[in-house]
C-alpha cells in the first residue's frame, strides 16, 4: 500500500526566504506526482505535475523535483511571500502492474506560514 | 474552461438523514474522481470513473454511499443513513486521460462541506 509523507508537517518563514518542502513515498512504481495548494476551506489548485519520466518541472517561483528510486520529490519555493500561505500537498498516482487509473494518495500536507 | 464546480457548498443534515452531492467536471474530461478529506487530513481516494463506467471504490465507501456519472457527465454522490463520521469535506476532480505532459493532471472543486449532527 502507498504511503505518502510530508516533511515538516509546519513551517514558518519570514517573507523573502526560500523554502523546501519534501515528500516521500513508499512504493516507486508511481505514474506521476502533483503538487497542491490549500487555502483554509477551500478545494485544491494544482501546482506542478511530473511524470514519471521526468526529474523536475518548473512554474514561476516554484520548482517540483523527482527522484522516483529514491521515492522522493521537493517541492522550492524562491523569495517565498505571505501570500505563498496555505497548506500545501503532495501526491502520487499509482502505476500498479503497469496500469494508472490516476487515483491519488496524499500526503498529510505541510502548513506553510510566511510572515511579512 | 470554468473548472469543476461542486453543489453544494455547505450541507448540515440531522444523523439518519440522505444526502446527494453534485460534481460538474471541467468538459472535455473523462476521468472523474471522488475524495473525502477530514480536518488534519491530506484526502483520501472514494471513487473513479472514466467516462460512466464507475472503474474502482475504495474500502472506504461503505453500502451507504452511491455515486453515478450518467452519461459520463456530471456525476453525484449519495450518502444513505448519514452518521456522525461522515462529516468532512467531498472533493471532486476531473482530468483528461491523453497523453501528453499533462497527462492525468486532475483539477479539483471547492468541495462540499458536510456536517452530520
Known amino acids: 500500500k502507498q504511503e505518502v509523507t510530508q516533511i515538516p508537517a509546519a513551517l514558518s518563514v519570514p517573507e523573502g526566504e526560500n523554502l523546501v518542502l519534501n515528500c516521500s513515498f513508499t512504493?516507486?512504481?508511481?505514474?506521476?506526482l502533483q503538487w497542491f495548494r490549500q487555502d483554509p476551506g477551500k478545494g485544491l489548485t494544482s501546482l506542478l505535475l511530473?511524470?514519471?519520466?521526468?526529474r523536475e518541472q518548473t512554474s514561476g517561483r516554484l520548482n517540483a523535483s523527482l527522484d522516483k528510486s529514491s521515492g522522493r520529490s521537493t517541492l522550492y519555493i524562491a523569495a517565498s511571500q505571505p501570500g505563498d500561505s496555505a497548506t500545501y500537498l503532495c501526491?502520487?498516482?499509482?502505476?500498479?502492474?503497469?496500469?494508472?487509473?490516476?487515483?491519488?494518495?496524499f500526503g498529510q500536507g505541510t502548513i506553510l506560514t510566511v510572515h511579512p | 474552461d470554468t473548472g469543476v464546480s461542486q453543489d453544494p457548498r455547505h450541507k448540515i443534515t440531522k444523523r439518519g438523514q440522505n444526502v446527494t452531492f453534485r460534481c460538474d467536471p471541467i468538459s472535455e474530461h473523462n476521468r472523474l474522481y471522488w475524495y473525502r478529506q477530514t480536518l488534519g487530513q491530506g484526502p483520501e481516494f472514494l471513487t473513479y470513473f472514466q467516462n460512466e463506467a464507475q472503474l474502482e471504490k475504495s474500502r472506504l465507501l461503505s453500502d451507504r454511499f452511491s455515486a453515478e456519472r450518467p452519461k459520463g457527465s456530471f456525476s453525484t454522490l449519495e450518502i444513505q443513513r448519514t452518521e456522525q463520521g461522515d462529516s468532512a469535506m467531498y472533493l471532486c476532480?476531473?482530468?483528461?486521460?491523453?497523453?501528453?505532459?499533462?497527462?492525468?493532471?486532475?483539477?479539483f472543486g471547492p468541495g462540499t462541506r458536510l456536517t452530520v449532527l
Open positions: 512504493d516507486s512504481a508511481i505514474y506521476n
Open positions: 501526491a502520487v498516482a499509482g502505476n500498479a502492474g503497469g496500469t494508472s487509473y490516476g487515483k491519488l494518495t
Open positions: 511530473i511524470q514519471s519520466s521526468q
Open positions: 476532480a476531473s482530468s483528461l486521460a491523453r497523453r501528453g505532459p499533462t497527462y492525468n493532471e486532475q483539477f
